[in-house]
């Protein structure tokens, strides 16, 4: 399988413990991208990364999300204290090229009770 | 601040019927993509479209991109069953890679 992977494919945890997702873009995408999604709603851009470097991060996100590309490959994103309102579809995407198109994993659906 | 705009949210049509998805964005952008999501699975890359008056079409969708109206459409022609599904337009900011997306268009179609 060549396509983008996440993992886990779902996590439950209780308020206020640490999650950590990961995701392997397709191998020779430069760009990684994080989204979060919610029921009924299109996508919300949460970080971007070209090879290492963690170029955009939403102005919404807040401090207790982290995410890392180390060496250019694999990313993880980890959220610190988690709240209800974290509970969403965590959707990773990597593309390469001009024309940018966003290739996107299954995503990991985070419930927090 | 970038907004995308879809309408409609939801539309179920006959199979046969031919009916066309709007996506009105609110800041300038030259390019637009098109996404499709059936339930409980990730996004599928439709079309990109990458200047003022382009238009892809493959099968019966064909998605076209006009950057002065900053509107784009999404056609149908003849629905069939399998097109089921909520299509998203996403448009990403000047000079960004990042992309902002609509609120998608949940589309039934009934035999």
């Known amino acids: 399988d060549t396509g983008v992977s996440q993992d886990p494919r779902h996590k439950i945890t209780k308020r206020g413990q640490n999650v950590t997702f990961r995701c392997d873009p397709i191998s020779e995408h430069n760009r990684l991208y994080w989204y979060r999604q919610t029921l009924g709603q299109g996508p919300e851009f949460l970080t971007y ?3 290492e470097a963690q170029l955009e991060k939403s102005r919404l996100l807040s401090d207790r999300f982290s995410a890392e590309r180390p060496k250019g490959s694999f990313s993880t994103l980890e959220i610190q204290r988690t709240e209800q309102g974290d509970s969403a579809m965590y959707l990773c995407a990597s593309s390469l090229g001009l024309s940018n198109i966003q290739y996107f994993g299954a995503g990991t659906r985070l419930s927090v009770l | 601040e970038l907004k995308v705009e879809q309408n409609p ?34 996004l599928e890359s439709l079309f990109v479209l990458l200047s003022n008056g382009a238009v892809k079409q493959e099968g019966r969708l064909m998605a076209s991109l006009d950057t002065k109206a900053r509107l784009s459409t999404l056609h149908i022609t003849a629905a069939v069953h399998d097109l089921s599904a909520t299509y998203f337009c996403a448009v990403p900011p000047d000079s960004n890679y990042q992309l902002i997306w609509g609120a998608g268009t949940k589309l039934i179609i009934k035999p």
């Not at chain 2, 006959?14 to 998805?21: A, M």
């Not at chain 2, 996506?23 to 339930?39: F, G, I, V």
């Open chain 2, 9 to 42: 949210l939801f539309l179920s049509m006959q199979e046969g019927k031919n009916y066309t998805i709007y996506c009105n964005y609110s800041t300038t952008s030259d390019r637009l993509y098109w996404y499709r999501q059936d339930p409980g699975k990730s």
């Open chain 1, 49 to 51: 990364f070209q090879n």
